[in-house]
C-alpha cells in the first residue's frame, strides 16, 4: 500500500495508488471497492440509498442555506468556505475549503491558479458557467456535523444545449464523502475536456520547497501528488450516488508504541523529533525529510531517544566538570573524576587521589587568552567585508536607478522576475486558471505542477 518513488529530481510525480473499478451496468450496487485511503460504493438509479443519500436543500434550515452570488453569476471562479467542524481529508483536519464553479472543492491550503491538478474533491468536476443562466445558483449549507455543497441547474459554457446539471457533495465530520446526483442530461464519460479536465474523484498532494541557487533569496513551489481516487465516469447518472468511507491513515495515531504497531494499508513509522506517525507520505512531507525522519525510522524502535539525547548530555556534564576543577587547581579523587568522565555503568574506584599541577593551569589560560585573538580579528574583517559589500551594492543600485540604459542596467533588466523560468508557469500550466473571490492573501502563483503518468 505504500507509493513507489523513482530517482527524478526530488519525488516522483507519479505517486498514485488508485484503483479503477469496473461497473456492470446490469447491476444497481456496486461492492466496496478499496483505494486505500478510501473505500467507494456506488448506489444505481433503483437502490433506495440513492434517494437516501441525496440531501434537500429546500428543506433545510433557510438561514443556515446561502447561495453565493458571485459564484452563482461568474465563470472560473471561488470562493473561500470556512467550516464549523473539523474536516479530515486523508487523515489531514481542514477547518476551510474553497469552492469552485467547475464543479469540485479545493482543499489546498495556498490558493492558486491551478486548482484542478489535485487536492480537489470532485463530484463532477468540468467547464461549467453559471453565468448564461439565470436558474444557475451555487448553494452551500453547514449544519455543524456536515457541510453541503450544491452545483443546482449549471451548464456546460461549451455544451449550453444539452441542459442542466444538478449534484452535489456531502462532506461529514467523521470524513465521510457523499456524491449524488439528480440530473445529468448526458454521459459524463463524453464531457469535453479541451477546455477544462473532466474529473470525479478525490486527489491529495504535498507542497515541497525547493531553493533556487542562481536566484537568492527566491523560492520555487512544486506540488506532488501522492494519491488520487478515479471513479469511473459511466456508472454517474441521473439518480445515482457514490458513498466514500476514510481508512485508516499513520497520522492517527499519537504515540510510538500504536504507531509501529499498527496494522494497516500503509508502513507507519515514528519520528522522535516531531513526535509524528507518519508514512511519508502527507502533507507534512518536507517536514518529515527535513527533520532527518526518514534515516530515524530505519531502526523500528521507540528507545531510540534515550539513546541519542542521553550521550550529549553526559559529554557536556563532563567536560564543564573537568573545566571548573582544573581551574580551581583543586585536588579530585579518582572517584569523582570516573563519575564524570565514564558512562553511568562504570564502577568507580576509591583510595587514589591525582593532583593537579597549578603551573599547568596557567599554561592553558596562557594558550586560551592566545587563541582569542585570531577569533576576535577574523570577525572584525568578516563585519568591514560584509559592510563594504552592501555599501557596493547601494552605489550600484542608485547608478543603475539614475542610468537606466547602462550596461549595469540591461543586465539586470534582461533577469528580471518575469523572465526567471520558475516563474514561467505563470503565463501557462495547462490548466485552467481559477480566480479567487475576495482574495485572503495567500499567494497565488509560482507553482509547478507535476503531472501523472
Known amino acids: 500500500a505504500q507509493p513507489r518513488l523513482s530517482a527524478l529530481p526530488f519525488l516522483n510525480p ?92 479545493y482543499t489546498g491550503d495556498v490558493v492558486h491558479r491551478m486548482l484542478t491538478a489535485t487536492q480537489y474533491i470532485a463530484p463532477l468536476m468540468a467547464n461549467f458557467d453559471p453565468s448564461v443562466s439565470r436558474n444557475s445558483t451555487v448553494i452551500y449549507f453547514d449544519n455543524g456535523t456536515a457541510l453541503v455543497v450544491q452545483w443546482d441547474h449549471v451548464h456546460l459554457q461549451d455544451n449550453y444545449n444539452l441542459g442542466s446539471f444538478t449534484f452535489q457533495a456531502t462532506l461529514h465530520s467523521d470524513g465521510r464523502i457523499v456524491f449524488a446526483y439528480k440530473e445529468i442530461p448526458m454521459e459524463v464519460a463524453q464531457i469535453s475536456s479541451v477546455n477544462h479536465p473532466v474529473k470525479v474523484g478525490l486527489s491529495d498532494a504535498f507542497v515541497v520547497v525547493h ?129 564524570t568522565s565514564r558512562p553511568p555503568t562504570s564502577v568507580p574506584t576509591e583510595g587514589k587521589t591525582t593532583n593537579i599541577c597549578p603551573k599547568a593551569d596557567n599554561s592553558n589560560h596562557a594558550a586560551e587568552r592566545k587563541d582569542t585573538h585570531p577569533l576576535h580579528t577574523g570577525l572584525i574583517l568578516g563585519i568591514l567585508v560584509v559592510l563594504l559589500i552592501m555599501a557596493a551594492a547601494a552605489l550600484v543600485t542608485v547608478y543603475i536607478y539614475h542610468h537606466p540604459t547602462s550596461a549595469a542596467s540591461l543586465f539586470f533588466i534582461e533577469r528580471r522576475p518575469s523572465r526567471w523560468p520558475a516563474m514561467k508557469f505563470r503565463r ?16 497565488k502563483e509560482g507553482f509547478i505542477e507535476s503531472e501523472q503518468c
Not at 473499478?21 to 456496486?30: G, I, L, R, W
Request: net charge neutral; with cysteine.
Open 14 to 105: 507519479t505517486l498514485r495508488a488508485t484503483t479503477l473499478v469496473s461497473y456492470n451496468p446490469a447491476v444497481d450496487q456496486m461492492e466496496d471497492t478499496d483505494h486505500n485511503y478510501y473505500t467507494s460504493k456506488t448506489y444505481g438509479p433503483t437502490d433506495p440509498m440513492s434517494k437516501d443519500l441525496w440531501v434537500n436543500v429546500d428543506q433545510m434550515d433557510k438561514d443556515k442555506v446561502k447561495i453565493h452570488g458571485i459564484l452563482s453569476n461568474t465563470h472560473r471562479q471561488a470562493a473561500r468556505v470556512n467550516l464549523s467542524f473539523d474536516f479530515p481529508f486523508y487523515g489531514h483536519f481542514l477547518r476551510d475549503l474553497t469552492v469552485a464553479t467547475g464543479g469540485f472543492i
Open 428 to 443: 501557462g500550466s495547462g490548466h485552467p486558471a481559477y480566480a479567487e473571490v475576495e482574495p485572503v492573501g495567500q499567494e
Open 211 to 339: 531553493r533556487i541557487q542562481q536566484i537568492p533569496n527566491v523560492r520555487r513551489r512544486t506540488i506532488y501528488e501522492y494519491h488520487r481516487v478515479e471513479l469511473t465516469k459511466t456508472k454517474i447518472t441521473n439518480s445515482t450516488a457514490v458513498e466514500m468511507m476514510p481508512l485508516p491513515t499513520c497520522l492517527q495515531f499519537t504515540s510510538c508504541d500504536s504507531c509501529i504497531s499498527s496494522q494497516i494499508n500503509f508502513n507507519c513509522s515514528w519520528c522522535h523529533l516531531l513526535r509524528r506517525c507518519s508514512s511519508g507520505f502527507d502533507r507534512h512531507r518536507q517536514d518529515w525529510v527535513d527533520n532527518s525522519c526518514p534515516d530515524e525510522t530505519k531502526d523500528k524502535s521507540c528507545d531510540i531517544i534515550s539513546t541519542t539525547q542521553l550521550d550529549p548530555f553526559i559529554t557536556t556534564l563532563v567536560a564543564k566538570t573537568t573545566g571548573q576543577s582544573r581551574s580551581r587547581g583543586e585536588t579530585t579523587t579518582a572517584g569523582a573524576s570516573s563519575s
